[in-house]
């Protein structure tokens, strides 16, 4: 009779094991977590472009002095909320201490920065920037840039370090990117498209990301196409597809071990399951 029952166990034991759920699948929580990592760091990012880009608004080839007077001017014109001090070649930029229009490119910004012109010449151009508190209402950011231009192919190289919160889900992030940014067929004014990476570290854990053909508006919350590969904290790589369904909504695909999960996504940042 043991015989019997040691058999019996034996039969019964690979039946529960396969009843458990394999640890190496992507599961939805894992896939909607990816997806919100992703796209705060996204606004984050789309901020920080939003300030470096305003701030490439002088002649090239000019004395740096020259060239930060003339993003003075600029400044006060597109941004006459802003109090810009200029020292040499260094701006300094306290936004929301005057009346007047406070937004470029649909970020309405607050906090400060500077900016300086670190070098002006016909083939090689420098810009670095330090961020404290600088804000669009929806994320906010501390840091740094380094920005460089390459104008036979209409590219600039931006290389950060920032520290970014998403004011309503309270999400953190810490980290560096390394990316190269061009407008989009329809000019700066929509979007640009972004190639590189991006790495942060929050509550979570660490998250790395590889950007190949992103195109980003400056109103949307995630890419409307391109792709993402980011590697989690959970132990498992996701691939992110994006595709634009209509002018409030881009669709976007989480695929991961074994599962693949779609989501529709508001340009307000709501995130909805399909």
Not at 133 to 151: K, R, Y
Not at 243 to 262: A, N
Request: hydrophobic share 35%; aromatic share 6%; proline share 4%.
């Amino acid at each position: 009779m043991p015989i019997m029952k040691r058999a019996f166990a034996l039969l019964v034991l690979p039946i529960a094991l396969s009843a458990c759920p394999k640890e190496s699948e992507l599961t939805a929580a894992e896939a909607t977590e990816s997806l919100q990592q992703a796209s705060a760091s996204s606004q984050a990012e789309n901020l920080s472009a939003a300030s470096v880009d305003i701030s490439t608004n002088f002649t090239i080839g000019g004395a740096v002095e020259q060239a930060a007077a003339e993003l003075k001017t600029f400044l006060n014109t597109q941004l006459p909320c802003a109090d810009v001090s200029l020292s040499g070649a260094t701006l300094t930029i306290e936004y929301g201490v005057n009346p007047g229009n406070c937004t470029y490119h649909g970020h309405t910004f607050s906090g400060s920065s500077s900016v300086t012109v670190s070098k002006n010449d016909m083939d090689d151009v420098i810009v670095d920037h330090q961020w404290t508190g600088l804000s669009n209402g929806i994320v906010e950011l501390d840091g740094t840039a380094h920005v460089t231009w390459d104008f036979n192919d209409k590219t600039r190289h931006v290389v950060h370090d920032l520290k970014w919160t998403h004011l309503a889900s309270h999400r953190t992030g810490e980290g560096t990117g390394d990316r190269t940014q061009m407008p989009l067929a329809g000019g700066i004014t929509e979007g640009i498209q972004v190639d590189g990476t991006r790495s942060w570290t929050g509550e979570r854990g660490t998250w790395d990301l590889s950007i190949d053909g992103v195109q980003m508006r400056w109103a949307d919350p995630v890419p409307q196409a391109g792709s993402y590969s980011l590697n989690t904290p959970y132990g498992k790589s996701v691939s992110m597809a994006f595709l634009r369904v209509d002018d409030d909504t881009i669709k976007v695909t989480v695929s991961g071990p074994k599962h693949e999960f779609s989501f529709n996504v508001s340009k307000a940042g709501d995130v909805a399951a399909q």
